[in-house]
């Protein structure tokens, strides 16, 4: 019941996080430290990254939405023309969850009673999607780019306060990869640590090779 708000907004920040820190881990291997090619990167990097990343929540949301409509429609189609028959088909989901045959029946008939509570149960056990709870693609987008741009913003923070060297940077990134990783664990059946040393773990792996790309670049470009 979150609006569709808390998945993008877990990975557009953790997305945020390792693609700039990669972007600018990479700059600094392939320029001099603390240059302001760095910090112009870096901003291009939140920009670009945010601007994308709410585009394509927008467009995977709304056409998951969409995609939502119309099965409830198909379904809503189904129950008018064949109210018998979808009636029978609710009790026979019942009776597969275990109730006793007569009593599904009886409360398939009781939803049936009402086209619109028939079409959510039907929509709720056969389709496996909640009428009311469908994610909204404008929140969405709005929670992926604001928290992405937050996720990039951090290891581009020290160079915008003036930082010489990719090591404020390096720390804040980590420190922020860790605690996204470990807030995520509440979600899943994995400990926090495990989920934190996940994350970090990988999103220095991406910054190192960035890195590494940078410094072989980096000079036979300059």
């Not at 940077?169 to 990869?177: E, K, N, P, R, V």
Request: glycine letters at 12%; aromatic letters at 10%; one cysteine or more.
């Amino acid at each position: 019941m979150n609006g569709g708000w808390l998945r993008p907004a877990v990975f557009g920040a953790m997305d945020g996080l390792v693609s700039n820190f990669a972007l600018i881990a990479g700059m600094d291997g392939g320029t001099s430290s603390g240059s302001k090619f760095i910090v112009l990167a870096g901003l291009a990097g939140l920009a670009a990254g945010a601007f994308s990343m709410a585009a394509g929540e927008y467009t995977s949301v709304a056409s998951q939405r969409e995609l939502a409509r119309a099965e409830i429609e198909v379904e809503r189609a189904e129950i008018k023309k064949h109210p018998l028959d979808e009636e029978i088909e609710l009790a026979e989901t019942y009776r597969a969850k275990g109730l006793d045959p007569d009593l599904a029946s009886k409360v398939a008939k009781q939803f049936h009673a009402d086209p619109d509570q028939a079409l959510e149960e039907h929509v709720r056990e056969e389709l496996g999607i909640d009428p009311g709870d469908l994610p909204n693609p404008v929140i969405a987008a709005a929670s992926s780019f604001v928290c992405f741009a937050i996720g990039a913003f951090v290891p581009l923070a020290p160079y915008l306060f003036g930082a010489g060297s990719v090591l404020p940077s390096l720390i804040l990134a980590l420190t922020a990869l860790f605690a996204c990783g470990a807030v995520v664990s509440r979600v899943t059946s994995r400990s926090w640590w495990y989920s934190g040393l996940r994350q970090l773990f990988l999103g220095a792996a991406a910054a190192a090779l960035t890195y590494f790309v940078g410094t072989l670049v980096g000079p036979g470009i300059g």
